[in-house]
């Protein structure tokens, strides 16, 4: 047994409304009006190799870092969960930075879209950023995989959502940008500020302006205090990503 | 975004009662006598780079198929758990047979131990073949990861287990090999060929001798209709398989 690197293929490419790592939900299943696609690259996009996945409600997917992996693993991590203040070692957390920039997430599976060429997963609840690559699918199995009465980590956050208003400006931008492209919008940013996307160094301050990329909209908001204000919607780009 | 493979690196390996993949239990949970390590390899075999895992019951290991990666991947499986008559597509099973050759499992944390340059976590319950690579170690996290409702696959095996009954022999042996190692052998042969490790196609047959590889030895043992009878066992020393 030698130590020579393990070779991957990408199967498959990530679509979502995740367009940066800031704003990604911490935890999952906050986040409901968070939709994406799991598509299957050639020569993986051929309907048999997905016979029986149908009967399955979640799937895992095995993902690359990709966004984060060029900047190599770090020993050890402070986790958001505690506020940035304890150090625990990279193979305690799930962070990004670890030595084989391996994801691993289960999502919602919602439906199969298959034909010229194309195979498509719809799923929902996902934390995945847009682009990420998939390397590969497996079905959950709840018999083996769900263990409740594991321990360890976090509690899960409080779901107490903060309040999110709209100026009359964001508003209109958000409802337009609905009827044109028929995806949801206006709970999909509730959603997300809602659960307070800052890191932790940045949430004692008011009135400081944030951008957070959902699908092609840049959106700007800020705090003021015990809400959100979303303030205006730009386009946003993304191209800097890839 | 380009096409090309991702390369990984070896972080660890596993050390276990399971030579074969003959006889590895095709669920979790039943064969408790079943104790594993993982051992990290340099450079990763720093205590620092798991400090909080003991905080954890249960952690994921994500692996490498090394015993049948070399057979590449099939588009379609027939799982075990269907008798072997159905074909699902391989993103639908758990098969080892996938286009990236990665396998994932939930292990119970026993412990940590560390010195002399060597950092080991004693497992329990896993289901991995001794000499496994390991690319990637993460806590379970139950809040995101542990889905009861989730809805798929099959139902959990009936837990009936079948009797095993040994030849004097074999007893005499298993004694003399329980006192020499000071390790469980007598608990796990009964409950490894307890749940019937045979394939579909072999479990009508009765009289026939079959060999299972644990630790250093290889238990030769027969089907008697209803119960299993350990005949002997032999010394194995599975250096084929690397």
Redesign the interface.
Same mark, same amino acid.
């Given at each position: 047994?030698s130590?020579s690197?393990?070779?991957?293929?990408? !199967?498959g490419?990530i679509h979502s409304c995740y367009r940066q790592k800031f704003g990604i939900p911490r935890?999952?299943g906050i986040v409901t009006a968070a939709e994406s696609e799991l598509e299957f690259?050639p020569p993986?996009n051929?309907?048999? /190799?997905?016979? @029986? /996945?149908e @009967?399955?409600?979640?799937i895992?997917v095995?993902f690359?870092f990709?966004q984060t992996m060029d900047e190599g693993w770090r020993?050890?991590i402070r986790p958001p969960r505690l506020d940035g203040k304890k150090?625990?070692? !990279?193979?305690?957390?799930?962070s990004t930075h670890?030595?084989?920039p391996?994801g691993?997430s !289960?999502v919602k599976l919602k439906g199969i879209e298959s034909g010229n060429g194309k195979l498509i997963l719809k799923l929902a609840e996902a934390d995945l950023l847009d682009?990420t690559?998939v390397?590969?699918?497996?079905?959950? /199995?709840?018999?083996?995989?769900?263990?409740?009465?594991?321990?360890? @980590?976090?509690?899960?956050l409080p779901s107490v959502m903060a309040e999110v208003e709209f100026s009359e400006q964001a508003m209109d931008k958000c409802l337009a940008y609905e009827s044109k492209t028929g995806r949801t919008l206006i709970t999909l940013i509730r959603q997300v500020l809602g659960q307070d996307p800052r890191p932790a160094y940045l949430r004692e301050s008011t009135h400081r302006r944030h951008g957070s990329a959902l699908w092609d909209v840049n959106v700007v908001w800020e705090s003021r205090g015990d809400h959100f204000l979303v303030m205006d919607l730009e386009p946003y780009s993304g191209t800097d990503r890839?």
């Open positions: 047994m130590n690197p393990f070779q991957f293929e990408q !199967v490419i935890q999952p690259l993986y051929q309907e048999n /190799l997905i016979r @029986g /996945l @009967g399955f409600s979640h895992w095995h690359i990709h020993p050890t150090r625990m070692g !990279v193979f305690a957390t799930r670890r030595p084989n391996i691993l !289960v682009g690559p390397i590969d699918v497996k079905p959950y /199995l709840p018999y083996a995989d769900a263990l409740p009465e594991a321990k360890g @980590g976090f509690a899960p890839y």
